[in-house]
């Protein structure tokens, strides 16, 4: 079972005026990676309090994947992205680049999307936006590669054969 982060980025939601429906549907789709809700934090949109709470799951907690939702727009306060480069040590481009390409099918806003995905020790943290359904969207363009991706960095893939 995948130990996972739900960071919810959010000043409405920090401050209690909004639910927080975006980490629910991350939520719900965990099941299908065999994946367990091990955090949830809601915090502002303030870089330093993402970097904080982002190194706590990682290096504290030893979360297996951290997934943020919000902050990841072109809005003065959307600093998830930047938070979130700010912490890891490899990035994982091809995850963001996947979720945009299957939001793009639905919308062309999805080309303002500025998620990232990356990797701190042995923790992956990958950026969602901030809507519901474009949580759902995203992350199940990339779902079905996370259990694969999680076995590799855990050091539990051995040598790929060739062909």
């Not at 739900?6 to 909004?18: A, C, P, Q």
């Not at 080309?111 to 995905?117: A, N, T």
């Not at 199940?140 to 590799?152: F, N, S």
Request: aromatic share 4%; with cysteine.
């Amino acid at each position: 079972m995948w130990r996972v982060g739900i960071l919810t980025v959010s000043d409405k939601g920090w401050r209690g005026e909004r639910e927080d429906r975006s980490g629910e549907a991350i939520r719900k789709l965990l099941p299908r990676i065999n994946g367990h809700v091990a955090a949830y934090e809601i915090v502002p949109d303030e870089r330093e309090t993402i970097v904080a709470c982002l190194i706590r799951m990682a290096d504290q907690q030893a979360l297996d994947l951290v997934l943020t939702t919000g902050g990841t727009g072109l809005g003065p306060r959307d600093v998830t992205p930047e938070a979130t480069q700010a912490v890891m040590e490899r990035e994982v481009p091809g995850v963001a680049e996947a979720m945009r390409r299957a939001s793009l099918e639905k919308t062309r806003f999805a080309l303002l999307s500025r998620q990232v995905s990356g990797i701190r020790g042995k923790t992956w943290m990958i950026n969602l936006p901030g809507s519901p359904k474009a949580v759902q969207e995203c992350l199940e363009a990339v779902l079905d590669i996370l259990p694969h991706g999680l076995e590799t960095l855990q050091g539990h893939v051995g040598e790929h054969g060739q062909g």
